[in-house]
Structures are given as structure tokens and as C-alpha cells.
């Protein structure tokens, strides 16, 4: 729809990974600073961006929705907002996008982002523009500084993915591995930290592949980069994630022994127990090789909370083969974990392999999984039960009164009561952790550092 007045307001809505979070910060304060301002709680924006995920089902119909829902919201209030669709949806099928939304001014993949001004301004000329390059230029030299951040702060360090896992389409809508330069990320770090972050998440699809080149010229991996980020004396706690088993090497494990700001906790997907399916995934890994490896970092790191991510029903897959998947969950004990049924995706060779397993043997197949997998993350919590640790706090909680943090192990700990009364957004507690439910912990306050 032809637009003919430059935006005053926008609202980015985020859905889907933490990268795409952190781009959706991104876009918003490159927004800011064209002099766009975040369009107030309740109220339609002028610029809508929505920073889309593609790597399940009914990705593109929830934008279709999501597209039909906005206009109608703003015909209500006689607007007729400017709609970008961005993220993976926006790469995967912009030029369809395009055709079949007149609504939607803008497609703009995820390595394109940095060019929104521009496009927003032949928006504002009743022009509608698609870009989905994926520049060779980096776009975060395009972006502006860190301004504003939470206590919890996200650091993309790697993008995209040279995989291949056959049911995955993050290699073709975020491109090849690349890695952010060194000197780049302790730059952003160090904005952060002055931002007020004292938890920085490096994130990656494949963030252990990070490899960089230290002051020294010297090549070096993610442990190393850790041990620097270690060095600001405001940043209290590291984490990173999404990491692949082969891209592990020793540098990183070791720093989990070393470094007292890594928290002790590990999301390492391994998709399936069976080595047939992990080969038709083509996971390059086998059940053993990743139970070593967890192994090697619990020896570093007895407490490490560990987390992954698991896909049943994948083509081909037996009871048999998913029952390996079950053994896998109760040999490792997971204290967290994602898992999804098998999405066929548009053009990834497990869409057209033979084999295709129906829904309902599916859901039965993820409620027996999330069953063990249940079980696991409450008796987890239920270990934790007792142990003093410090507590990030994070937000409020649901009921009035309540906040909410994060303990080392990434569960969520809450607290009430007077001793809440006099907490706020950023503080780190020392604290008591209390009964524990299936996913969280109550918390008492042992002593405070604002
Ligand atoms: N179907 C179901 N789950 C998928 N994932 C990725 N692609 C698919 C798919 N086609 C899951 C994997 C991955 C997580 C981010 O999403 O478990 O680790
Ligand atoms: Fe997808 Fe596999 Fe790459 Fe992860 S490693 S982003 S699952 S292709």
C-alpha cells in the first residue's frame, strides 16, 4: 500500500530465536535513531516491523495473519500502518510476500537489515522495496552503538550456518558461517556492559564455530574470547548458545573450569538417540561421540545444567529409533530441554525423503519425550532445592509483588513478599533457593548487591 507520510512511531515484533530478538533490538535502535520513536503500550504504531521465524510449520500463515490482523487494527483508528516484514520468513519468501500482501511495504531478509532507513524512505514515497542480498559488507558496522539494554543483554558473535542438517532451513535464509571480528565484539561488549548489561549472551546458529583473531594476531575460539569478555570488571556472568558438537574444542570446555563468569550451563543439541537418524540428518555426529563430550565438561564442570534440543519424528524414524531417543534423555538427565515433532520445510532434502511419519504418531511420540523430559527439569529443580547461589533478577513476576530472575543454571527463581518490595531490575541477590516446581524455584534473599 502506497504510503505518503514518514513514520513517527514503530513497534518491532520479535518471534522465534534469540538471534532474532537481538536483530529486533537492533532494528529498533536503528529506528531510534532516525528519529522514530517506540510506539507506547496500547497504541498502533505508524511503522510496524515484523522480525519473522521460519524454522517450523505455519511460519508464512502466521505472517499472512499477523499482516490482516494490523491493517485491520489500524483501519479501526484510521491509520494505515507501514508494515516490514523482516527475518527469516522475509528471506525464505519475500517475493511471494510481496505478491500477496499489497499491505506490506517492505521485505528485508536478516543480513539486509541495516538498509531499513533507506527502504522506509522510498516507503514514505508510496514505494514498496524488497532486499535480501546477503552483503558481503558486514551490516554491524552499519548499525548505531548500544544504548539502553536490560540486565540481560544478547551479543550475536556468529550467523548462519554450513551444516546442512537435512531437515533445517537456517543455512539458506541466514547464509554461510561467519564470524564477527574480535576487536568488534569486546567493542560491543564493553557498550553493553556501559549500558547497563551484567549478563552478556554470545549467540550464534552455530556459535562455537566462532573463530577470530586476538590483538596479537594469534587465532582463537570462543573459550579465548570468553576469558577476555572475563576481564570487564562490570559483567558478571557469560553465557552463549546455540553450539554444535563438532564444532567443541578444548579451549571452550576449559574455560568452563576456568572462568568463574561462565555459568555453568550447556545447550547442546543432539536431535536424536539414533545414530541412523542422526546420519539422515546428516548431524556429522553419533550418540556416543556426544555423550563423551558432555562427559568432558562435566569433569570440568561436575554442576553443569545441561539442555539440548530433539526433533521426533523424522522421516524413517522407528519406535525403536525414537525409544533410543528416550534412553539418551535418561542416561544425560537434562535440567532443561526443547522438543518439536518434524516440520517438513520448503527445499531441505528430508521434506521429500520416503518415510514421512504421520501427526498423530508424532504427538504421541513428543508427550512420551516431554514426559522424561519433564521429569528430568523438575528433579532437577528439586536437587537445587537448598543451595545458595547468586540470582540475576530480570523482570516482575506474574503476580503483583513478584520478580522474577535467572539462577547460574538458567532456572527461574522467584521471589515475594517484603524482601521483593525492595528489589529492582538488575540486581544480583544472594540467595536461598526454595521449593521448586517443574519449571521454577521460589527464592530468600541471603544478602544484596545493587
Ligand atoms: N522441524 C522440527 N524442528 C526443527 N528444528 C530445526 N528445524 C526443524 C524442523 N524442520 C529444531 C531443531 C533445532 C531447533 C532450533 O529447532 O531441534 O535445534
Ligand atoms: Fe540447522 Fe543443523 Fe545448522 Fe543447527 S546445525 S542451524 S540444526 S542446519
Redesign the pocket.
Known amino acids: 500500500m502506497p504510503h505518503s507520510n514518514p513514520p513517527r512511531t514503530y513497534r518491532v515484533k520479535s518471534f522465534g530465536?534469540q538471534m532474532n530478538v537481538y536483530d529486533g533490538e537492533r532494528m529498533a535502535e536503528m529506528l531510534a535513531e532516525q528519529g522514530i520513536t517506540a510506539a507506547p503500550e496500547g497504541e498502533e504504531a505508524d511503522l510496524v516491523v515484523l522480525n519473522t521465524c521460519h524454522?517450523?510449520e505455519k511460519a508464512a500463515e502466521k505472517v499472512y495473519s499477523d499482516i490482516g490482523r494490523l491493517v485491520k487494527a489500524g483501519r479501526k483508528v484510521g491509520k494505515d500502518p507501514m508494515i516490514a516484514v523482516a527475518g527469516c520468513v522475509a528471506q525464505a519468501e519475500g517475493e511471494e510476500i510481496m505478491k500477496r500482501a499489497p499491505a506490506v511495504s517492505m521485505v528485508v531478509g536478516p543480513q539486509a537489515y541495516h538498509r531499513l532507513p533507506a527502504m522506509i524512505a522510498r516507503a514514505a514515497n508510496g514505494e514498496r522495496a524488497t532486499d535480501t542480498d546477503m552483503p558481503e559488507d558486514a551490516k554491524f558496522a552499519a548499525l548505531p552503538a548500544r544504548r539502553k539494554v536490560g540486565p540481560s543483554a544478547f551479543l550475536t558473535v556468529q550467523e548462519g550456518c554450513d551444516k546442512f542438517c537435512t531437515?533445517?532451513?537456517v543455512p539458506y535464509t541466514r547464509g554461510a558461517e561467519i564470524s564477527r571480528p574480535y576487536s568488534d565484539l569486546l567493542r560491543e561488549a564493553e557498550a553493553l556492559v556501559e549500558a547497563g548489561a551484567r549478563e552478556i549472551t554470545l549467540l550464534g546458529q552455530n556459535v562455537n564455530a566462532w573463530r577470530g583473531e586476538n590483538a596479537r594476531g594469534h587465532a582463537v575460539g570462543l573459550g579465548e574470547l570468553i576469558k577476555e569478555l572475563d576481564k570487564l570488571p562490570k559483567l558478571q556472568r557469560i553465557r552463549y548458545t546455540?553450539s554444535h558438537p563438532n564444532d567443541m574444542d578444548e579451549g571452550l570446555i576449559a574455560a568452563h573450569g576456568e572462568v568463574q563468569k561462565l555459568m555453568p550451563y550447556l545447550h547442546l543439541?543432539v536431535?536424536s538417540g539414533s545414530d541412523r537418524v542422526l546420519k539422515a540428518m546428516n548431524r556429522s555426529h553419533t550418540v556416543d561421540s556426544y555423550l563423551k563430550l558432555l562427559e568432558r565438561f562435566r569433569a570440568v564442570r561436575p554442576d553443569i545444567a545441561l539442555s539440548g534440543?530433539?526433533?521426533v519424528g523424522f522421516p524413517g524414524e522407528t519406535e525403536a529409533e525414537f525409544a533410543e531417543t528416550l534412553q539418551v534423555v535418561d542416561a544425560v538427565r537434562y535440567a532443561s530441554a526443547?522438543s518439536?515433532?518434524?516440520?517438513?520445510?520448503p527445499g531441505?532434502p528430508a521434506a521429500s525423503m520416503d518415510g514421512q511419519i504421520a501427526r498423530e504418531v508424532m504427538e504421541e511420540r513428543l508427550q512420551r519425550l516431554q514426559a522424561s523430559l519433564g521429569r528430568d527439569q523438575h528433579a532437577f529443580n528439586q536437587a537445587s532445592t537448598g543451595k545458595t547461589c547468586d540470582v540475576l533478577i530480570e523482570r516482575k513476576g506474574r503476580r503483583p509483588g513478584q520478580w522474577l530472575g535467572k539462577s547460574p543454571w538458567l532456572q527461574s527463581v522467584f521471589f515475594e513478599g517484603a524482601e521483593a518490595d525492595a528489589m529492582q531490575i538488575g540486581d544480583m541477590v544472594h540467595a536461598r533457593l526454595g521449593e521448586a516446581g517443574p519449571a521454577s524455584l521460589k527464592g530468600q534473599v541471603l544478602s544484596s548487591q545493587a
Open positions: 530465536c524454522i517450523r531437515y533445517c532451513v546455540t543439541p536431535q534440543d530433539f526433533i526443547f518439536f515433532m518434524y516440520s517438513p520445510r531441505t
